[in-house]
């Protein structure tokens, strides 16, 4: 199983960015699909989630200002990143709560994690 995120970069405050995350490999069933994200020097937070139905969830802070979706017919999970600060500088993952094989639990999978930096 593989979690190929992409769409990090550098931005300037206020500006919109958009990450990709899609899942490769052997894939039985997807449950939730979450995005989390590590500013420097702290530890790794949680962004928002969304479920197969569609429905999400954000952590407070950054409710209004980002979006996140999925594809399920392309096992992709997706953030829209729109008013972005200087504090939004991290580490973005993209990680699922999945189960490989039919004879497997579901666990959670963890993608490689892109930078998103936001700087004038």
């Known amino acids: 199983v593989q979690l190929q995120a992409s769409g990090g970069g550098l931005v300037q405050p206020g500006g919109s960015l958009g990450l990709s995350c899609e899942v490769s490999?052997?894939?039985?069933?997807?449950?939730?699909m979450y995005w989390y994200r590590q500013p420097p020097g702290k530890q790794r937070e949680l962004v928002a989630l969304i479920n197969f139905y569609g429905h999400s969830k954000y952590a407070d802070s950054l409710k209004g200002r980002f979006t996140i979706s999925r594809d399920n017919a392309k096992n992709a999970v997706y953030l829209q990143m729109n008013g972005l600060k200087p504090e939004d500088t991290a580490v973005y993952y993209c990680a699922v709560d999945m189960a490989a094989t039919q004879w497997e639990q579901s666990s959670l999978y963890w993608g490689q994690g892109t930078q998103v930096t936001v700087s004038s």
């Open positions: 490999g052997s894939i039985y069933s997807i449950n939730s």
